[in-house]
């Protein structure tokens, strides 16, 4: 059971580390672009919209993944 539940975070953490950091320098654009629309998001263009949900995609699916087996862990 515990190899199965660490496969299933496996991929998502992957993704998150690759593409939810990237790039890792000066600081990941998640972060940058979360700055920005909590400050307004003033001369936000489509494609900042879509930088935030391509970099934001892979923790919510990691968030998921968690909460899945949470629940799935409750019902036993």
């Not at 990691?62 to 862990?73: Q, V």
Request: charged share 15%; glycine share 8%; aromatic share 16%.
């Amino acid at each position: 059971m515990n190899s199965l539940l660490k496969s299933k975070f496996v991929t998502p953490l992957i993704f998150v580390l690759i593409l939810g950091f990237a790039p890792f320098t000066p600081e990941p654009h998640l972060f940058g672009k979360i700055r920005w629309v909590i400050g307004g998001g003033l001369g936000m263009a489509a494609l900042d919209i879509f930088d935030l949900v391509l970099h934001s995609a892979p923790w919510i699916w990691l968030f998921y993944t968690f909460a899945n087996s949470l629940m799935a862990s409750k019902k036993k």
